[in-house]
């Protein structure tokens, strides 16, 4: 077989078509259900203490942190009270033999050490002036911080800033800590240097961008869901409290406020249908799984987020490289059948290193209009140590690439629809939606569908690496929505998608915000 029909035969692995995304969709809802119900099944659908939505008319001084990939963040939002806010930030990379360390103490003392840089640079006079009357003991409380925790794993919360870590994803790995409350380990490490904050809240990254939107988008509906789609996958959205049932069941719950008779909650959606009930698996998923740190868990996000999507690729690249009889990357003049006499692969490439490629070859793949894909054969050559890429070579890579990013976009919209369902947005909309936790305000923004009246506009706040820079994933997340029967044309329209930027910023600050109200309340 040539190398266009081989091409072809990988890229059709990853078909996901409309019956499998109808059938998946069908399963989340069971699955959503489940999850509101027990504890243990595949979707977490962990209560967040989290009531309501923002309505853009929040003010105040707060920080907020974000664990979550690979940057630690740490800033202070202002928040104007105007659906505004001013953002002071600074980022490190966090270092990779912290991730993976032996006791969590040495992760968290570094994440408060970065707490007290920033302090010193930006809010010098505050925290100066602290230390000074603390000395003393004429410090106040309400000098004190309010911080957000944005902290994007799975974490069974117990409180609005307590929650005991489940597992860790997306590459971490320290053992110690798993059990945990990660709000008081942060926190210890925090009081150890006499900083004047208080982890007041402890935010997923879902809830941050949720928030962050809420807060941000013009217009009458509140949010329905915050999503990412980066490193990680996973969404959280607003749910009904009385269909929440494992918690309104218990009586050793932590305080939240019944009033709003909402609650949102986080799916943890990386690890829908683990036991692959529905969702596809072709070889190069099943060897990722088997060779990455927590086989058999976040199968969802495996198929679609960041950290994976390259390594997928570079899966599917190299099981037609080690085929002798195909073509690909192989210098033409060379004999056909002595694989090392004719590679172009050059010692180091990341085509042969277990995440040696990474996601945004996706992203190139998808955007290189040029003649004879010249782009992508400039980044094979420069970045990944494959010289001398034919068009053909370059158009299988595109091909295959194209086929993964269609697919990770298209389960990602069976999360969206099965969401959307559930909460019974689709019906025409009640009076109840309209005057609820979000007072009308404000038209319609740029972004919306300027035919559909704003009360049924359902509005869903994403952010992430993958939304954010794959041309093109929204338009087949559409195309996967519309293909959903209850959804269909008149649904998708509905739909509006923003991106939601600083969820785990000026969402956490919003969230440490309402904690603060709810604390002074119970006091
Ligand atoms: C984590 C989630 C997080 C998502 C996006 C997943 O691996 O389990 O908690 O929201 O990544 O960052």
């Known amino acids: 077989m040539g190398l266009a029909q081989e091409a072809k035969r990988v890229a059709d692995e990853f078909d996901f078509g409309p019956d499998a995304v109808r059938k998946a969709v069908k399963e989340f809802i069971r699955e959503m259900d489940e999850g509101l119900q027990k504890e243990g099944t595949e979707l977490s659908q962990i209560p967040t203490y989290v009531t309501a939505v923002p309505n853009g008319t929040e003010k105040g001084l707060y920080m907020a942190v974000d664990l979550g990939g690979t940057n630690f963040r740490v800033c202070s939002i202002q928040l104007h009270g105007n659906t505004t806010f001013s953002l002071t930030q600074s980022k490190v990379p966090i270092p990779r033999e912290l991730m993976v360390a032996k006791t969590s103490k040495e992760l968290f003392s570094f994440l408060a050490k970065q707490i007290e840089e920033f302090l010193k640079l930006h809010h010098e006079d505050h925290f100066t002036g602290y230390l000074r009357r603390r000395q003393t003991g004429e410090h106040k409380e309400e000098e004190i911080f309010n911080l957000g925790f944005t902290f994007s794993f799975p974490v069974q919360q117990i409180g609005i800033n307590k929650g005991l870590l489940m597992r860790w994803t997306k590459g971490f790995d320290i053992q110690e800590a798993v059990g945990q409350d990660v709000c008081a380990l942060l926190q210890t490490e925090i009081d ?34 915050g999503a990412i789609f980066g490193t990680g996958t996973n969404g959280a959205y607003v749910e009904k409290l009385d269909k929440v049932t494992k918690l309104t069941s218990k009586a050793d719950v932590g305080a939240y406020d019944k009033s709003t008779g909402d609650m949102i909650v986080n799916t943890e959606w990386g690890s829908f249908d683990n036991s692959l009930r529905t969702l596809p698996n072709t070889p190069y998923d099943i060897e990722l799984d088997a060779k990455s740190v927590n086989p058999g868990i976040q199968m969802f996000e495996k198929r679609i987020s960041g950290m994976f999507l390259g390594e997928i690729l570079r899966l599917a690249l190299l099981g037609l490289y ?101 909460t019974g947005r689709l019906k025409p909309a009640t009076t109840e939606q309209k005057d609820g936790v979000n007072p009308p305000r404000g038209n ?74 709810v604390a002074d309340d119970t006091d």
């Open 192 to 225: 150890a240097l006499h900083l004047p904050v208080r982890v007041a809240a402890l935010v997923n990254d879902t809830v941050g961008t949720l928030m962050a939107r809420s807060y941000t988008s013009p217009g009458k509906t509140g949010t329905l869901l």
């Open 322 to 422: 080690n085929d002798p009889n195909i073509p690909l990357f192989r210098d033409e003049n060379s004999a056909q059948n002595d694989v090392h006499s004719t590679t172009q692969i050059h010692p180091g490439s990341g085509l042969m290193k277990q995440w040696g490629i990474d996601t945004s070859l996706l992203s190139i793949c998808a955007g290189d209009q040029s003649p004879g894909y010249r782009v992508i054969r400039q980044t094979l050559d420069n970045e990944y140590g494959i010289s001398a890429v034919s068009a053909e070579d370059a158009e299988t890579v595109r091909e295959i690439a194209a086929a993964i990013g269609r697919r990770a976009a298209r389960l990602s919209a069976v999360a969206i629809a099965a969401i959307v369902i559930e």
């Open 444 to 517: 319609v923004e740029s972004e919306g569908k300027g035919d559909v009246p704003e009360e049924e506009v359902i509005d869903i706040g994403v952010d992430g690496s993958l939304v954010e820079f794959y041309p093109g994933f929204e338009d087949h997340v559409r195309q996967a929505l519309r293909e959903v029967e209850e959804i269909g044309t008149e649904g998708e329209k509905r739909v509006r998608i923003g991106i939601a930027k600083d969820g785990s910023g000026v969402g956490a600050a919003l969230i440490a915000l309402v904690a603060g109200r």
